[in-house]
């Protein structure tokens, strides 16, 4: 049987909401994009302690944002290269 606990109040509520979404600026990925056309691939850098599946579900978030589509090809452990496959008519 689980231990039942008070109920939360509407403000502890948000506030446990608030503390486990952070907020991204996904703009820079959108400029970057924006940039690519399609059949053409982004080659991205990353920097120290940037973890490689955050940045690729930020470049997919940013194109899906922007109607576009994005494949990921291979590439090194410090690199994210992916290429802009087409433009979804929205």
């Known amino acids: 049987m ?3 606990r008070p109920v939360l109040s509407p403000e ?5 909401r ?3 979404t ?3 600026d996904l703009t820079p990925y959108i400029d970057y994009l924006r940039t690519i056309r399609p059949g053409y691939a982004g080659d991205l850098q990353l920097l120290a302690g940037e973890n490689k599946p955050t940045i690729k579900r930020r470049v997919t978030m ?3 944002r922007i109607g576009k589509t ?3 090809l291979r590439s090194g452990e410090n690199q994210l290269i992916f290429e802009v496959v087409s433009d979804q008519k929205v």
């Open 2 to 4: 689980p231990d039942f």
């Open 70 to 72: 994005v494949r990921y």
């Open 12 to 16: 502890e509520l948000a506030r446990r």
């Open 62 to 64: 940013a194109a899906n």
């Open 22 to 24: 952070t907020r991204v």
């Open 18 to 20: 608030s503390a486990k």
